[in-house]
């Protein structure tokens, strides 16, 4: 029975809810009885199922293809048909319907390897015909056929279908009607009456008739003839009093003429006329010499619309509509007259007269819109179908339909911003205004008591004037548009509310997103009403989407002017009156104590991924689980809008002018995106001044063990061999990662990353056994012993014998060396190992081969991507800190000189990068020495050390890190640099050698200008050391980090830095002792 549901499903999916008791009732299957058995106010998915209980409890199976035979000859306006001719000598045509559907089952059986399905009935003077072969694979509607015999004629009339099937019918249909050829009319169309009327010469009209003989020869609208008038006569028009007979008389003959080229009857609805010309060249007296050529000039034309020629044929009657209309608008005298008396003057596009209109604009469809939108947004109890359609008309104007690339540009785009240009510069985002805010400010008719009410239709209504509004946002006019939308709190917050409601949140969301990223500073919250209330009414998906805002809200970078300079964010802050909205944002969300449970209950979801046997790339996998999403979409053109299961910013019309469906593309395009945005926004949440707390909650809510079994639902590069087929998207090369996991993997990395660093509950990452092991490496660990893993809470640990931080690091080691995903790799391993320097930690990962591993990747490849190499060179420096065992493994690795040095030449090279991992090598070198290890010793054992410990290559690798700096360059990648050059400094006073850094820095690089453009090293210097001090020394500013990773405490960071930048130029302990002065230098 899985095929008659399928087709049960099917038949209620295309039929309106008020016409599925009809349908049933004609099909005649179902008693009296079994039709109360069915809830017709139900969905239409438990429509479909109860009728499918039923239809299986009474064994009905091909009677359920009656139906859906039924439901097609009662709406054939849902598929596209074509006119067949059957050619030949004397094609057999006199079939009836039982005699047709035993000698196609007699030929079709043979010939199919699955079930033939065949239904044939009477209908509207022609026989009918359902085909549906069964074979292993599941229903699709696209292989279900129906075509139509018209007897005693050489006419059928096929719908569209797979060309396989196509050639397969075909040849069976010529042998029934005994015919020699099947030839495709170049007749086809939604509207199967019409083009029945046409095949048939019943109802053709005027010069139409020589469409169906002379398509190829002649141009089809050559009038050649008067018609005769048939039917029904003209109703008698009643004429006005006040009417000349001129006008009468112009009427008339108007009428005359359309009447004695098209008939009085109504045309038959053809959605596209086309045809083609082929001329000769006539010349000109310009270019004479075109008559001369012998090839023709080819041409096509064509016309579309729901009704060519009825369209045609009122388009007249149309225009002089429209003359009615502006004759009757008050003259700009008499409008400056009243002004100018007492002010009521001009106030809208809708008052002005035609003529001044187009004198304004050169788009007359633009005043037009404007100005029915405006009766419209005035307007008590309008008519919502009108005001739809104007709505989609609008739309239409500002979306491109032309399949193409997203560089791609075309003059389809410049007609979008002219439209769009005119349509602001006219005060059509006022009058868009006023329509949405329709129903908030008036009191609506029928609820009076109520100050907002929203029906249905309305908020379809304001779904599609929000959609208008964001692609509005997209022109040249954006800022102006979304100005204007940010000029009121009321509107905000009105449109804050839309995300309630099913049919607006996406289009609400799109467009508080792009007027929040509009603005300079951020959103406060606060300034949304009773937000808690409405994320509480949000379903998870409108939650998800919501989080599209919040990442706007929360960001860190949308509270800066100046997105990378440290030097003018340091500026920014401590400028009067700037507040960090970012953490107020932050402070009031993490208030609402259902957000964070809902959010990670949304990111751990394991069901969204698609997986497919036998398929080894996500990528194959996605497209497979989007073929399959797309298929149960009607294929089939619906004829009026789907308002039923309208979704903003998903229902969209496929073509200008086409009615508004669910589009598949944008709802997969939805769903994907979703868990990318809710896992952002748990990243952000860390980031701020709240993050510990975020941790602790995040811990409690086990989202590391969530994380984790998410962890195994990703494909990653290494897994897709070299002899595995794989899907490769258009334009991109076979060694490109694309898929639509890409930004959730890297989201997912991020969020650990953030979890981890400096975190209380990094150990959360292991699972149980794991965690015994570390215990036993830490009892041995002695100074480095941790103190607080058996306070451990091991319910919110990893499940399984793995834990999360070994799956990464495996497959870290597996990833080739030029996938993108190592540096998100890397920095969640490195994150882990931040903080207090874990012995136990750096061991652990050294059993499972990591150091050797990223040691080895550096030295035996060429690694050209900067934040490869830089995250690389971070985690070694964390894995090597203060760990004697780790300095030996590197040596294991850099066995030969060549190796050795090919690695200090890629540290020497990449500076900015390597710089952690030298700070690292100081940093060990002193805590070697305070623990009483033998530096000559030391040096023999270890190369690395041996290295370090040359005063010159020290002196070196300082001069290197000053010069590369300066604050006006300095950003969050590269301040790290100057905090290493402390670390030297730091050492070397507290060994009272501080002055012989200094007069060597001096004495080797003073005259050597510097290529940031400073006056010398030294003056550059210590204006990076002024600006340290302003950065690190500010209230709200954690140092904890700096301490904990270095081991040395902040008050002697701060002691050291003010001793190097002190104003007594006698002390040999400051920089300034040693600066000479520089004639127009700069002055401290």
């Not at 996938?819 to 874990?838: C, K």
Request: glycine share 4%.
């Amino acid at each position: 029975m899985d095929l008659e549901k399928s087709v049960i499903r099917r038949v209620v999916s295309k039929c309106r809810a008020r016409d599925i008791e009809s349908l049933l009732k004609k099909w005649g299957w179902l008693t009296d009885g079994d039709m109360k058995k069915i809830n017709f106010r139900a969905s239409k998915r438990v429509i479909a199922s109860q009728i499918s209980d039923i239809c299986k409890a009474k064994g009905l199976r091909e009677e359920v293809g009656d139906l859906d035979l039924l439901c097609t000859q009662l709406n054939s306006f849902g598929l596209k048909w074509t006119v067949l001719k059957l050619k030949g000598s004397q094609p057999k045509t006199d079939f009836d319907p039982l005699e047709i559907q035993d000698r196609l089952l007699g030929l079709l059986e043979p010939e199919c390897h699955g079930e033939v399905h065949l239904n044939v009935k009477s209908f509207g003077g022609a026989t009918w015909v359902r085909l549906y072969i069964k074979d292993d694979a599941p229903f699709r509607a696209t292989d279900t056929v129906y075509f139509l015999s018209y007897p005693h004629t050489p006419i059928l009339i096929t719908c569209r279908m797979k060309v396989k099937i196509r050639d397969l019918l075909y040849s069976v249909l010529l042998e029934i009607f005994q015919a020699e050829e099947i030839k495709e009319l170049q007749l086809t169309g939604h509207h199967l009456p019409s083009l029945a009327d046409l095949a048939l010469q019943q109802n053709a009209q005027g010069p139409f008739q020589k469409y169906r003989d002379l398509m190829e020869e002649e141009n089809p609208l050559v009038r050649s003839r008067l018609l005769k008038k048939t039917g029904t006569a003209p109703e008698e028009i009643v004429w006005e009093s006040r009417l000349t007979d001129e006008n009468k008389e112009q009427k008339e003959r108007r009428q005359e003429k359309l009447d004695g080229t098209f008939g009085i009857s109504t045309q038959p609805t053809l959605e596209k006329l086309e045809y083609k010309l082929n001329l000769r060249f006539r010349g000109t007296t310009f270019a004479p010499a075109l008559k001369d050529r012998k090839d023709l000039f080819r041409c096509r034309v064509k016309f579309e619309g729901p009704s060519v020629l009825e369209g045609t044929k009122n388009l007249e009657m149309s225009l002089w509509h429209r003359f009615e209309r502006g004759v009757k608008r008050k003259s700009v005298f008499h409008a400056h007259e009243d002004w100018q008396y007492h002010g009521g003057g001009f106030k809208r596009l809708s008052q002005l007269p035609d003529h001044l209109v187009e004198m304004v604009s050169k788009k007359r469809d633009v005043p037009d819109i404007i100005r029915e939108l405006d009766d419209f947004s005035v307007c008590l109890g309008f008519d919502n179908d009108q005001c739809l359609a104007v709505l989609k008309r609008l739309l239409g104007k500002l979306m491109n339909f032309e399949p193409r690339r997203s560089h791609d540009e075309g003059p389809q785009d410049e007609e979008q911003e002219q439209f769009a240009h005119a349509f602001c510069e006219l005060g059509g985002v006022e009058v868009l205004l006023r329509l949405l805010m329709f129903g908030s400010i008036l009191p609506h008719i029928a609820r009076a008591n109520k100050v907002i009410w929203e029906s249905e239709r309305m908020l379809r209504i304001k779904s599609i004037v929000l959609e208008i509004m964001t692609k509005l946002t997209t022109t040249s006019v954006g800022d102006q548009v979304t100005s204007k939308l940010l000029e009121s709190d009321d509107v905000l917050n009105y449109v804050f509310s839309l995300l309630a409601h099913q049919k607006t949140f996406i289009n609400a969301c799109q467009l508080i997103e792009d007027m929040l990223q509009s603005r300079k500073d951020v959103l406060d919250l606060h300034r949304i009403n009773n937000l808690r209330t409405l994320l509480n009414c949000l379903d998870d998906t409108q939650l998800a989407n919501f989080c599209r805002i919040l990442a706007v809200a929360i960001s860190d970078l949308d509270i800066y002017e100046n997105k990378s300079s440290l030097y003018a964010q340091n500026k920014q802050k401590r400028s009067k009156g700037f507040v960090n909205l970012r953490d107020i944002n932050q402070e009031l969300l993490l208030g609402i104590p259902e957000l964070l449970p809902r959010l990670v209950k949304i990111a751990i979801n394991k069901d969204y991924t698609p997986r497919y046997r036998g398929m080894v790339s996500e990528l194959d996998c996605w497209m497979e689980w989007i073929e399959n999403q797309m298929a149960e979409e009607v294929f089939e053109q619906q004829t009026t809008d789907d308002f039923e299961d309208f979704t903003g910013g998903i229902s969209e019309p496929s073509a200008e002018g086409g009615h508004m469906m669910v589009q598949q593309g944008l709802k997969i395009t939805e769903e994907l995106v979703q868990r990318v945005e809710v896992v952002y926004v748990l990243g952000l949440f860390l980031l701020g001044k709240h993050r510990k707390k975020v941790q602790r909650k995040l811990a409690d809510l086990k989202l590391a063990p969530g994380l984790s079994d998410l962890f195994d639902q990703f494909i990653w590069k290494y897994q897709v061999g070299r002899h595995h087929s794989r899907h490769r998207l258009r334009g991109h090369n076979a060694a490109c990662e694309c898929s639509p996991e890409v930004a959730l993997k890297i989201q997912f990395l991020r969020l650990v990353h953030s979890f981890c660093d400096h975190s209380d509950y990094k150990h959360l990452l292991l699972s149980k056994n794991e965690l015994s092991e570390v215990k036993r490496i830490n009892a041995k660990a002695g100074t480095l012993a941790l103190k607080n893993l058996d306070t451990i809470n091991k319910q919110l640990m990893c499940r399984g014998s793995k834990g999360l931080l070994t799956k990464i690091v495996e497959v870290m080691k597996k990833e080739p060396t030029t996938s993108t995903f190592r540096f998100w790799l890397a920095r969640a391993v490195e994150s882990y190992l931040r903080g207090d320097t874990s012995y136990c930690d750096q061991i652990f990962l050294m059993r499972r081969g990591l150091l050797q591993h990223v040691a080895s990747n550096i030295v035996e490849h060429e690694i050209r991507h900067k934040e490869i190499l830089q995250s690389s060179f971070d985690l070694l420096g964390e894995l090597i800190k203060f760990n004697w065992e780790a300095f030996k493994t590197f040596d294991s690795v850099l066995t030969t000189q060549s190796k050795f040095e090919k690695f200090v030449t890629t540290v020497n090279r990449n500076m900015v990068d390597s710089n952690m991992f030298i700070r690292s090598l100081v940093l060990s070198l002193e805590h070697f020495r305070s623990e009483g290890k033998d530096t000559e010793m030391d040096k023999k054992e270890s190369k690395l050390m041996a290295y370090i410990c040359d005063f010159s290559r020290q002196l070196d690798y300082l001069y290197k890190l000053i010069t590369i700096i300066s604050v006006q360059n300095l950003t969050q990648e590269n301040v790290s640099c100057l905090n290493t050059t402390l670390v030297f400094l730091m050492f070397a006073n507290k060994k009272n050698q501080l002055p012989r850094y200094l007069q060597a820095l001096r004495d080797e690089k003073e005259n050597m200008a510097d290529v940031t453009g400073a006056g010398s090293i030294l003056q550059n210097f210590r204006d990076l050391l002024v600006f340290w001090q302003d950065h690190y020394l500010h209230k709200d500013k954690d140092c904890s980090a700096l301490e904990k990773s270095s081991r040395i405490s902040f008050s002697y960071w701060k002691k050291t830095v003010s001793m190097l930048v002190g104003e007594e130029k006698s002390d040999p302990n400051t920089v300034l002792y040693y600066i000479n002065p520089i004639p127009g230098g700069r002055t401290n």
